[in-house]
């Protein structure tokens, strides 16, 4: 990919793909040298449905804020350790599921803080089962610039130019969420294991 993708610093945009692996259970994501690169103070959203995502030299990058509406999940993320809205990165969404959803996926769209209007995403991640695969697309588009999979932990790979932390913070909400194969009292959401398909699939992302 040519163009920059950057949502949280571009500093965290590379030329070249980026490896990162994830341990889910303690919320630290690591480079393929194991360097730690940045870690959740929290594993899990608390009463205040509240956390903060560092990197490794302790600094704040974002803040997640989690609310469920009419039974879908929405987060909102800002800048550093922010509790301001006008420190808003972006939000992400879950879609509302209909006759036209594809048994066992499960759609999130995420919009830009300066995308008002939400009528069209700027990225779409597509979780398939019960987080068995993950996709991350820009836009609407059938453009891929992350995916995910599972051996052992969380394997992501980052396309080039796309902005790494923006995927990682991306993914340590899709670890926490309820998705199609899981009871939504089941308990299992922030254990569940991300692996990737081998073909990308695009869906549209209609409510």
């Not at 209007?117 to 700027?122: F, G």
């Not at 969420?177 to 992302?205: H, V, W």
Request: one cysteine or more; a neutral charge; proline letters at 3%.
């Amino acid at each position: 990919m040519a163009d920059k993708i950057s949502v949280i610093n571009p500093l965290y945009c590379v030329p070249q793909s980026v490896s990162i692996q994830i341990n889910t259970e303690k919320g630290i994501a690591y480079s393929e040298k194991d360097d730690r690169l940045f870690y959740i103070d929290d594993t899990s959203f608390s009463l205040r449905d509240r956390r903060v995502l560092y990197d490794d030299t302790q600094k704040p990058i974002v803040t997640f804020y989690n609310k469920i509406m009419s039974l879908r999940e929405q987060f909102k993320v800002l800048k550093g350790g922010s509790n301001d809205s006008s420190d808003l990165l972006f939000s992400v969404k879950e879609v509302k599921k209909s006759s036209t959803t594809p048994s066992g996926i499960t759609k999130l769209n995420v919009f830009l803080a300066g995308n008002k209007e939400e009528k069209k995403s700027d990225f779409r991640v597509i979780i398939y089962g019960s987080k068995h695969s993950c996709t991350v697309y820009a836009g609407e588009s059938p453009t891929v610039i992350a995916k995910m999979e599972n051996n052992g932990g969380l394997n992501v790979l980052v396309y080039p130019n796309v902005d790494y932390a923006f995927i990682v913070a991306l993914l340590m909400i899709v670890k926490d969420m309820y998705c199609s194969n899981e009871s939504k009292d089941s308990g299992q959401g922030s254990n569940a294991a991300i692996k990737m398909i081998s073909t990308s699939l695009s869906l549209d992302s209609g409510d």
